[in-house]
């Protein structure tokens, strides 16, 4: 009986993990985490409630979505004095990337995804996309919203603005880490293209930290004109299937992981003539998930498989090693390497 009473919670356990990420959606529509952190990061659910909008009947709800928060690790909890009181709410290592007036600051990636329909309704339907033959590449965002996500951005600006937020908070979130720990993958070099690097965040962040190196991003039109001024960044628009402009070092963040197999190739082909040979410094700097690489535990693990399933709804791929390999040696490279050291992501070197 006991292994039955497993199964069903195993399988409890994965039908309720939505509500997970709708209870942490609706910590960031309420700004919970910014109200715990305006009372010292410290907040009893009267502190919050008087910090939060709610309306006065829902307090009591306020206190189970809490639970929820604090059991699945979002938020702590500190038990009342024997003599009695209130709950104490603080902020953990992941709720203080949700404070809005706080570095770094993740909420833009993650409304992105929860707070967007452009990315929650598709995954109703992937039962039915799996079982139909529709037209050649049809995605998965387009067989709900009959346009693929690079023509909502194009044509909505509402949508942009929140794509571009999120691709921004991301950019900034992880090229400080990159910048700090592992800036040594950018030394050596003398320019950088960031193809389809959106606003430029990364770029920007690169040209700070090496002003020696000039950057440039290769992005299109829509994108390109909504670029800051004012920055040490050079804005080129152009399509990176079509051409890719000279630089010492080509990169790309999570660019490649959009698209399959054939589209990266000839993504990184252009990339490759793009820069000089390996022994003048020239290299392909890639920011991207490689399936199996990094650390082991579970949650790691997870986290990857379940990003590559995310992605599909645009008919992208996250690669293991092998798939990486063959695309970069199928582009005309001669040599990679892997340096699985951020999370659930990879830097990857391509060298001619």
């Not at 702590?76 to 992941?94: C, F, K, S």
């Not at 707070?115 to 039915?128: A, D, E, I, K």
């Not at 890719?244 to 990339?271: E, Q, R, S, T, Y």
């Amino acid at each position: 009986m006991a292994s039955l009473l497993d199964a069903q919670l195993e399988l409890w356990h994965n039908t309720f993990a939505y509500v997970k990420s709708m209870a942490l959606k609706t910590a960031m529509d309420l700004q919970i985490a910014d109200a715990i952190h305006d009372h010292g990061n410290a907040a009893t659910l009267p502190q919050i409630v008087s910090k939060v909008r709610l309306h006065p009947s829902k307090i009591p709800c306020l206190r189970r979505l809490l639970r929820v928060l604090t059991v699945t690790g979002i938020f702590t909890v500190q038990n009342p004095p024997p003599d009695g009181g209130e709950l104490v709410y603080g902020l953990t290592p992941a709720s203080q990337l949700l404070v809005g007036s706080a570095a770094p600051n993740l909420t833009p990636f993650l409304t992105l995804v929860l707070r967007s329909n452009v990315f929650m309704s598709p995954f109703l339907g992937l039962g039915t996309w799996f079982q139909h033959e529709l037209l050649p590449d049809t995605s998965l965002i387009e067989m709900t919203h009959g346009q693929s996500l690079w023509d909502m951005a194009d044509h909505n600006p509402a949508f942009a603005a929140v794509f571009n937020e999120g691709m921004v908070s991301d950019s900034r979130f992880i090229m400080d880490i990159v910048i700090k720990e592992y800036g040594h993958v950018f030394q050596g070099i003398s320019s950088l293209m960031d193809v389809a690097g959106g606003l430029g965040e990364a770029a920007q962040a690169i040209s700070k930290a090496f002003p020696h190196v000039k950057c440039s991003v290769l992005d299109l039109s829509h994108v390109v004109t909504k670029a800051p001024a004012g920055t040490n960044v050079n804005y080129i628009t152009g399509n990176m299937f079509e051409y890719v402009a000279p630089a010492n070092a080509v990169f790309l963040k999570w660019v490649l992981h959009d698209w399959g197999d054939d589209d990266c190739v000839k993504i990184l082909k252009n990339c490759k003539k793009a820069i000089p040979p390996r022994d003048a410094g020239g290299k392909v700097i890639i920011l991207d998930i490689v399936i199996g690489a990094g650390p082991s535990d579970l949650k790691h693990k997870e986290t990857q498989v379940l990003f590559d399933l995310f992605i599909m709804c645009v008919n992208g791929i996250e690669r293991d090693e092998q798939e990486w390999k063959k695309i970069i040696f199928d582009a005309g490279f001669n040599d990679y390497k892997i340096i699985p050291v951020l999370g659930v992501r990879s830097i990857i070197e391509a060298y001619p």
